[in-house]
C-alpha cells in the first residue's frame, strides 16, 4: 500500500469531481424536452446572477425543478450506496457484500407499504403523511439490518459468512411478504413493484427529505471515513488488525450502523438501485488501489457518477417513457461484474 | 499504520472541506413554487376532485394533458380534442389521439415533457396513476384533476362532472343523457333473463379476472351477465380448478380486433385442463371490445355489445341476431373496436399498479 498524501488524495478527488462535472453538465443538456448546451450555459450564469427573471418559466421548471433536483438525489443517492458497499466489504472481509445482500432494501420495501396501509387509519395532516412513507422506509432498513446484525452473530461475534447467509435468507422472506402485500392489498395507491426492486428516481422526494438524505451522507460517510485505517488493518485479518490496537467490535459496530444509515437513506428516496454498492467500490479499487482514505472518497464520487449516467439513460432511452434506473445499472453492472470476476481468476 | 493514520490529519481535512464545500455548493432541490401568470392573468376556479383534493383550475381550460387513455376517450367524447396537447403512449383511440405528443407511460410519464406543454390541467385517474405523479405536479405548481370511477354510472357521472371542471358543461349533459338512454334501452330489451355466469377473462396466463368492486363487474352486470368472480381484489389471480368448480356459462374476452380474441379462446382451448371446462367444450364464448378495459363513455357501446352476444333472444328483432358468436351489428354510438390496441398492456399495467 501506498503512503497516503494530501496530494494524491485532492488529486483523486478532482479528477473524479471534473467527471462528474462533466456527467452532470450532459445530463443537464439531455431529456424529453431538447436544450442547447450554449444556451445551459448561458442561463446557468444568469441564474448565478439572479437575473432568473429573464428565462421563460416552463424551462426553469424543467432545467431547475425537475432535472436539477433528480441530478442531485442521483448524486446522493449514488454516493450514499456506492460508500455503504465499500464499507460492508470491508468490514465483512467479504467481495460480495453489498447493502441489498443483507436484505437492506427489501426491508425498507415492507416498511414503506405498511406505512402506506396504516397511513390512511392515522388521521395525519397532509404533510406528516407525505413523510410516512420515507420514514417507514427507514425504519424497515433499520430493523432489517439489527436482525440480520443479531442472526449473524456466532458467540457474541460477528462472522461474517454467517451474516451473509442471515442477510440473503432475510431478504428472500421479506421479498416473499412483499409480494404477499403486493398481491393481497387492494385499492390502495401502492407504487409499483418496478420502485422496490429496480428503483427509480423519477419522483423526487418532499425538500425535508433530501434535506435529511445529504444531512445523513455526510454525517454517516463522516463517520465511516475515521475509520477507514482501521478498515484498511481489518484486510488483513481480525486477529492481526486486534493485535494492531484496532478495537475491532467497536469499529464494526459504528461502520456497520453508519453503513446502514446510508443505505436506509438511498432506498427510503430511490427504492433498490442494484449493483452500485457492488461494483462501484471494486472499479474504485481496481483504479486507485485498496486504501480505504483513498477509496471511501473516490468511491462516492464513483456511486454518483454511475447513478446520474445511469439515470440519464433511463430517462433518455425510450423518451418520454423512462425506464427504471435500476434496469440500467443491472444492465451495465452484471456483465462488468462477471468481466471483473474472470479477471481476477485468471 | 496507526501512526501513519493520525500523520494523516490534513488529508482528513482536506476531505472534510470538499465534502463541506460540496454540501454548500448544493442548492435547495425546490427553489421557489413558481407562479403561473400568463399575461391575460386567468380566472381561477376550485374544484373538489374525485380523489378529495381541492384543486385550484384555470378557467377556461385552454392546454390539457392527459395521464390515462380513458381519460383521452372522454376528452375526444366531449368534443374538446382541440385543446388536449399531450397524452400517454397508451392513448390509441381514437386514432387521431395517437397523433398527440407523448408524455410517456401513465406510471412513467415524464414531468419535464409534462412541463414542457404548459398545460393549464393533468388530468389522472386514481385507478392508474400514481400518487408520486401527482404530488411531483403539486410541487411543481401544475394544477392536476383526479377521477376515481368504480361503476358505469360513476363513469358517465364523472364524465359529466370533467365536462364542468373542463368548461363545457353542456357537452357532458348531451353526452351522458344519450348513454343512459342506451342503457336504458338495454334495459328493456333484458328485462326478466336471467343473467349468465360469465369469467371474464383479463390476462390469460396466469388467468387474471377481475374483482367485484370493478367498473367491469359493473359493466358485466349491466350486459346481463355476472361474473363468477366473487373477490375482493380489483384484479385476481384465478386458479383454473376453482373456474372448473364454478363452471362458468360463457368466457369473455376483450380484445382490440374480434379474430384476436377468437384466437385467446383457440389458445386457452389447447391448455391442459380447459377441456374441464363445458363452455369451452361448447365453444361458449363472447368476444367484445377492449373499450371495457377503459372507464371511458365508449364502454356503454361493449356493454350493449356483449349484451348481445349473450342474450341473442332478447333482440331478435333484428335477425342476423340469432347465432351466438356473430360480430354485432354497427353500434350506433359509432364507437366500434378499436385498432391497433395496447389496451390490455394499459389494463395490465393497471393491474400492476393496483396490486
Not at chain 1, 92 to 114: E, M, T
Request: hydrophobic content about 50%; aromatic content about 6%; overall charge neutral.
Amino acid at each position: 500500500m501506498r503512503p497516503l498524501t494530501l496530494s494524491r488524495l485532492l488529486t483523486h478527488c478532482a479528477i473524479l469531481s471534473a467527471v462528474l462535472f462533466v456527467v452532470v453538465v450532459i445530463a443537464l443538456k439531455l431529456g424529453a424536452v431538447p436544450v442547447s448546451l450554449y444556451g445551459l450555459g448561458h442561463d446557468l450564469l444568469r441564474v448565478l446572477f439572479r437575473q432568473t427573471s429573464q428565462l421563460s418559466s416552463e424551462y426553469q421548471l424543467i432545467i431547475f425543478d425537475i432535472r436539477l433536483p433528480r441530478i442531485l438525489l442521483g448524486i446522493f443517492v449514488g454516493a450514499s450506496l456506492s460508500v455503504a458497499g465499500a464499507s460492508f466489504q470491508a468490514l465483512l472481509r467479504n467481495p460480495l457484500a453489498d447493502p441489498y445482500v443483507l436484505g437492506v432494501s427489501s426491508g425498507a420495501a415492507v416498511g414503506a407499504i405498511v406505512a402506506l396501509i396504516v397511513e390512511p387509519h392515522l388521521a395525519l395532516a397532509p404533510a406528516v403523511a407525505a413523510l410516512l412513507t420515507p420514514v417507514g422506509a427507514f425504519l424497515g432498513a433499520a430493523l432489517t439490518v439489527t436482525a440480520v446484525y443479531f442472526l449473524g452473530l456466532r458467540e457474541g461475534q460477528i462472522d461474517s459468512g454467517t451474516l451473509l447467509l442471515a442477510g440473503i435468507i432475510t431478504a428472500s422472506f421479506l421479498q416473499a411478504i412483499i409480494m404477499f402485500f403486493m398481491s393481497t392489498l387492494t385499492g390502495g395507491n401502492y407504487r409499483g413493484m418496478a420502485f422496490w426492486m429496480m428503483g427509480e428516481l423519477s419522483t423526487p422526494p418532499q425538500h425535508i427529505v433530501s434535506l435529511i438524505l445529504r444531512f445523513g451522507f455526510f454525517l454517516a460517510a463522516g463517520t465511516i471515513y475515521t475509520t477507514a485505517s482501521d478498515l484498511n488493518l481489518l484486510l488483513a485479518g481480525e486477529k492481526e488488525a486486534m493485535h494492531l490496537g484496532v478495537d475491532v467490535r467497536r469499529v464494526r459496530l459504528v461502520v456497520y450502523i453508519a453503513a446502514s444509515l446510508l443505505t436506509g437513506l438511498a432506498v427510503s428516496v430511490s427504492g433498490a438501485i442494484g449493483y452500485v454498492g457492488l461494483l462501484v467500490p471494486h472499479v474504485m479499487r481496481l483504479l486507485f488501489g485498496s486504501d480505504h482514505r483513498i477509496l471511501l472518497p473516490t468511491a462516492a464520487f464513483g456511486g454518483a457518477i454511475a447513478v446520474v449516467v445511469a439515470d440519464t439513460l433511463a430517462r433518455t432511452v425510450v423518451s418520454p417513457a423512462e425506464l427504471p434506473v435500476g434496469a440500467m445499472t443491472a444492465i451495465a453492472g452484471a456483465p462488468l461484474f462477471l468481466y471483473l470476476m474472470r479477471r481476477r481468476l485468471t | 499504520m496507526r501512526k501513519d493514520a493520525q500523520k494523516n490529519i490534513p488529508a482528513r481535512s482536506a476531505v472534510a472541506a470538499l465534502l463541506v464545500c460540496a454540501a454548500w455548493c448544493c442548492p435547495p432541490s425546490q427553489a421557489q413554487t413558481p407562479t403561473e401568470s400568463p399575461a391575460a392573468a386567468p380566472l381561477y376556479k376550485d374544484f373538489v376532485d374525485e380523489a378529495g383534493r381541492t384543486v385550484r383550475i384555470p378557467q377556461p381550460v385552454q392546454r390539457i394533458v392527459s395521464l390515462a387513455p380513458s381519460l383521452t376517450e372522454t376528452i375526444y367524447a366531449l368534443g374538446l380534442e382541440d385543446r388536449l396537447v399531450g397524452d400517454t403512449d397508451y392513448c390509441d383511440y381514437p386514432p387521431d389521439a395517437q397523433k398527440k405528443t407523448k408524455v410517456g407511460g401513465a406510471i412513467n410519464p415524464s414531468l419535464e415533457q409534462i412541463v414542457a406543454l404548459r398545460p393549464d390541467l393533468v388530468l389522472v385517474t386514481k385507478s392508474l396513476n400514481l400518487i408520486e405523479t401527482v404530488h411531483a405536479l403539486d410541487n411543481l405548481g401544475v394544477s392536476s384533476y383526479g377521477t376515481d370511477p368504480h361503476t358505469v354510472e360513476e363513469i358517465i357521472s364523472s364524465t359529466e362532472r370533467l365536462a364542468d371542471v373542463l368548461g363545457v358543461p353542456e357537452a357532458g349533459t348531451t353526452l351522458g343523457a344519450d348513454l343512459q338512454r342506451h342503457l336504458a334501452d338495454l334495459q328493456q330489451h333484458l328485462n326478466g333473463l336471467p343473467a349468465r355466469r360469465v369469467l371474464f377473462i383479463v390476462w390469460s396466463d396466469p388467468l387474471i379476472s377481475v374483482g367485484k368492486g370493478t367498473f367491469i363487474a359493473d359493466a358485466l352486470r349491466l350486459a346481463g351477465a355476472t361474473s363468477i368472480v366473487d373477490s375482493r381484489q380489483d384484479w385476481p389471480h384465478m386458479s383454473l380448478e376453482e373456474v372448473v368448480r364454478l363452471q362458468p356459462d360463457f368466457l369473455v374476452f376483450a380484445a382490440s380486433h374480434s379474430d384476436s380474441g377468437q384466437n385467446d379462446f383457440d389458445v386457452l382451448a389447447e391448455r391442459p385442463g380447459w377441456r374441464g371446462l363445458e363452455a369451452v367444450r361448447n365453444r361458449r364464448f363472447a368476444v367484445i371490445s377492449d373499450a371495457v378495459n377503459r372507464p371511458a363513455p365508449r364502454i356503454v357501446t361493449a356493454i350493449e355489445d356483449l349484451a348481445r352476444q349473450l342474450h341473442p333472444e332478447a333482440f331478435s328483432s333484428h335477425p342476423e341476431d340469432e347465432k351466438e358468436k356473430k360480430p354485432p351489428p354497427q353500434q350506433q354510438l359509432s364507437l366500434g373496436i378499436t385498432g391497433a390496441s395496447s389496451g390490455d398492456r394499459v389494463l395490465l399495467e393497471a393491474c400492476a399498479c393496483a396490486l
